[in-house]
């Protein structure tokens, strides 16, 4: 063998292990995938995806599912090249910069742990929605969420601590607690009456001066008291995004018949306790996944309609749905085949 064809050979081995080796390097890219459905009216692991306790419930049919949206790399898993370059190509999996889901400043515990609270608390805003749409009467709590370093109410005020007077006068309304202290002069103390771990004591607070009055230094959350229980269980599943169907799902279970008619029915959107529902992410990797589990209808937020739209998979009709009322109204009449569906508009 010639001294050239070896040298040929020999870079072109080089080049092959330099380029394996180059598609095995880690990049800082996430690849989103579809997830796992959950339907609201079935069972995880033998448990109930919702269960409710203290009024009358009645049997039901069909699918209400949540969709989900998987992801791989991150921080602690970093994907290589070869695998950013295979979701690059297929048209189910998006990959995006990985600051897009973890912030620099963030680590991946901390966004875990954001995603488990927005699930809570979308758990908390769909029941509202859904007693609300009911017209059934809940009451909302004043609550301590977190108080200020430094301030007065360090160490006296405590989360979760209900407040339920200032000063000897019933409160109801965050504005109401924050009119109540601004009463004083800085340097006052302003007395709460609060509900802690159950029981009923006053707190006497010092006041300091704030840009718009007096101010003890808590930050206040409104707590909602149901008149019966409601439980949510999804597994890991996280983020907000789950809310119209969790509403959807409490509904059907609080009304008589099947508001499915039997159909698979899937969706996504977070929902407010005015049953406002709200565009979410991966819009297009949920769809896949409802498709993928049978679904044929898909309730799409009408803000994520532009996304959705150019990547419908074959057999899912998307529902066009700004609040919970309108998804409602639309089920109904894709069950009983009367009245208009709003679908997604071409733009």
């Known amino acids: 063998m010639s001294r050239r064809r070896l040298t040929l050979m020999m870079a072109g081995v080089l080049t092959l292990v330099l380029?394996?080796?180059?598609?095995?390097?880690?990049?800082?890219?996430?690849?989103?995938?579809?997830?796992?459905?959950?339907?609201?009216?079935?069972?995880?692991?033998?448990?109930?995806?919702?269960?409710?306790s203290g009024h009358q419930t009645y049997p039901t049919?069909?699918?209400?599912?949540?969709?989900?949206?998987?992801?791989?790399?991150?921080?602690?898993?970093?994907?290589?090249?070869?695998?950013?370059l295979r979701g690059w190509m297929d048209p189910t999996v998006a990959v995006v910069p990985e600051e897009t889901i973890f912030p620099k400043a963030v680590s991946v515990k901390e966004v875990?742990?954001?995603?488990?609270?927005?699930?809570?608390?979308?758990?908390?805003?769909?029941?509202?929605?859904?007693?609300?749409?009911?017209?059934?009467?809940?009451?909302?709590?004043?609550?301590?969420?977190?108080?200020?370093?430094?301030?007065?109410?360090?160490?006296?005020?405590?989360?979760?601590?209900?407040?339920t007077t200032v000063d000897g006068t019933p409160v109801r309304t965050i504005d109401e607690v924050a009119a109540g202290v601004r009463k004083h002069k800085a340097g006052e103390q302003v007395e709460f009456g609060i509900v802690r771990d159950g029981k009923p004591m006053t707190v006497q607070v010092g006041t300091v001066a704030g840009k718009?009055?007096?101010?003890?230094?808590?930050?206040m959350g409104g707590r909602?008291?149901?008149?019966?229980?409601?439980?949510?269980?999804?597994?890991?599943?996280?983020?907000?995004?789950?809310g119209l169907m969790f509403s959807l799902g409490i509904y059907d279970k609080l009304t008589p018949g099947a508001l499915t008619g039997g159909k698979s029915i899937a969706g996504t959107g977070t929902i407010?306790?005015?049953?406002?529902?709200?565009?979410?992410?991966?819009?297009?990797?949920?769809?896949?996944?409802?498709?993928?589990?049978?679904?044929?209808?898909?309730?799409?937020?009408?803000?994520?309609?532009?996304?959705?739209?150019?990547?419908?998979?074959?057999?899912l009709r998307l529902v066009k749905v700004s609040t919970m009322h309108e998804?409602?109204?639309?089920?109904?009449?894709?069950?009983?085949?009367?009245?208009?569906v709003a679908g997604c508009p071409a733009s």
Not at 25 to 50: C, R
Not at 64 to 74: I, P
Not at 229 to 242: F, K, R
């Open 19 to 52: 380029g394996g080796a180059g598609a095995l390097l880690p990049v800082p890219y996430v690849a989103l995938s579809p997830g796992p459905t959950e339907n609201t009216l079935g069972d995880v692991k033998g448990k109930p995806v919702i269960s409710i």
């Open 61 to 84: 049919s069909g699918k209400l599912s949540l969709v989900t949206v998987a992801y791989q790399g991150g921080p602690d898993a970093h994907i290589d090249l070869l695998t950013a």
């Open 112 to 163: 875990e742990q954001q995603n488990t609270q927005e699930m809570s608390s979308s758990q908390q805003d769909a029941t509202a929605a859904a007693l609300n749409e009911l017209k059934i009467p809940i009451k909302i709590l004043v609550s301590v969420a977190s108080t200020q370093k430094g301030k007065p109410a360090e160490g006296k005020l405590r989360p979760n601590d209900e407040i």
């Open 212 to 219: 718009d009055g007096s101010i003890v230094g808590v930050i």
């Open 224 to 242: 909602y008291k149901f008149p019966f229980d409601v439980n949510v269980n999804v597994g890991d599943v996280g983020g907000p995004s789950a």
């Open 272 to 315: 407010t306790p005015d049953g406002k529902v709200g565009p979410i992410g991966g819009i297009q990797q949920k769809m896949v996944g409802a498709r993928d589990a049978g679904a044929t209808i898909f309730l799409t937020p009408a803000d994520n309609c532009d996304d959705a739209l150019p990547a419908v998979p074959k057999g």
């Open 327 to 340: 998804a409602v109204q639309a089920i109904d009449a894709l069950r009983t085949g009367s009245g208009q």
